[in-house]
């Protein structure tokens, strides 16, 4: 015959949460230790962080401190704070927050924590249960613990924002530089991303700088929006009859992209100087951006100003 288990208020087996479970806790590490994947030893109670007092501080098996907080209900901010807080002050490598009834909002912020931070966290869902007419018995459930691909996932996301950052710097310097020799992009704001345009006169053409991690470009980008594949390939065959005209103005060879298959098309300059991994070569790499751009528009405005669109 199979029990069933039963849910038994947390109340009924420990009355008072510092008092009895956190004195539990001491006592049992090793159920805690079963659903983590770190042994500890040795938990200390109410040791002193500043003008607070951590529920417990235990040690790892290379003799870290992991801090312990306990929570009976629905986890809180007030908790995640002290999670946090203890952590830093006592310089521990970890910490466990078990708690009754875990928000999704502190479990994603736990999961962000492990992403974002050299220490580890766990969150812990405590119940009790019994079958039949058992004693109560507790049952710890690891929620959210690090991972190598929480890990990963960090890395990648400080990476995409050390890149956002130093694309937002490229764009400043790109920008104050380029407003002393035209007035084409002096409306723009530096933003985060690969690429940064302006109109080019009439709808769906921008003129767009794009920078790479190591190369960059200047182009007529032409995209008129949803369901104009059509339209974009006769305004880029509109463009290029006038393909030997426009290049003896540009002073270069131009690359000249109809991408077959695919809605929009571009005219572009690729400058192989760097790009914005390059830092060093950001005012050349900057400069060459600038008067090829100067240049574009000026052998493609009286062309684009003849389209009938």
């Known amino acids: 015959m199979i029990g069933k288990i039963e849910r038994v208020?947390?109340?009924e087996v420990w009355s008072h949460?510092?008092?009895?479970f956190t004195r539990w806790v001491q006592e049992n590490l090793d159920v805690l230790n079963e659903v983590l994947d770190i042994s500890l030893l040795g938990a200390e109670r109410e040791r002193s962080a500043g003008t607070f007092s951590v529920d417990l501080v235990a040690e790892d098996e290379s003799g870290n401190a992991v801090i312990i907080e306990n929570q009976f209900g629905k986890s809180d901010h007030d908790h995640l704070g002290k999670l946090v807080t203890y952590l830093t002050m006592i310089d521990a490598r970890a910490a466990?927050?078990?708690?009754s009834d875990p928000r999704p909002e502190h479990i994603a912020a736990i999961t962000?924590?492990?992403e974002s931070s050299a220490a580890a966290f766990y969150m812990v869902k405590l119940e009790a249960i019994r079958i039949a007419d058992s004693s109560p018995a507790p049952l710890l459930t690891l929620i959210v613990g690090p991972s190598?691909?929480?890990?990963?996932?960090?890395?990648t996301k400080k990476d995409l924002a050390e890149r956002y950052a130093i694309r937002e710097r490229f764009w400043t310097q790109l920008l104050g530089s380029a407003r002393a020799k035209t007035k084409l992009h002096s409306n723009i704001s530096p933003g985060q991303h690969g690429w940064m345009g302006t109109g080019a006169g009439k709808s769906g053409l921008t003129y767009d700088y794009v920078v790479r991690q190591n190369d960059a470009n200047v182009e007529l980008y032409i995209d008129r929006g949803s369901d104009s594949e059509a339209e974009n390939k006769a305004i880029f065959d509109r463009l290029a009859q006038s393909k030997e005209s426009i290049e003896a103005d540009f002073g270069e060879p131009l690359e000249w992209q109809r991408l077959e298959g695919k809605r929009a098309c571009r005219i572009k300059r690729?400058?192989?100087?760097?790009g914005y991994r390059d830092d060093e070569?950001?005012?050349q790499i900057q400069d060459a951006m600038i008067d090829a751009m100067i240049r574009l528009e000026k052998?493609?405005?009286?062309?684009?100003?003849?389209?009938?669109?």
């Open 112 to 114: 962000w924590l492990n």
């Open 17 to 20: 949460e510092a008092l009895d």
């Open 148 to 155: 190598e691909e929480g890990l990963e996932a960090g890395k």
């Open 9 to 11: 208020p947390l109340r």
């Open 281 to 283: 070569k950001w005012p």
């Open 96 to 99: 466990v927050w078990i708690v």
């Open 270 to 274: 690729d400058i192989d100087l760097g």
């Open 299 to 309: 052998a493609l405005k009286p062309h684009i100003a003849r389209l009938d669109v």
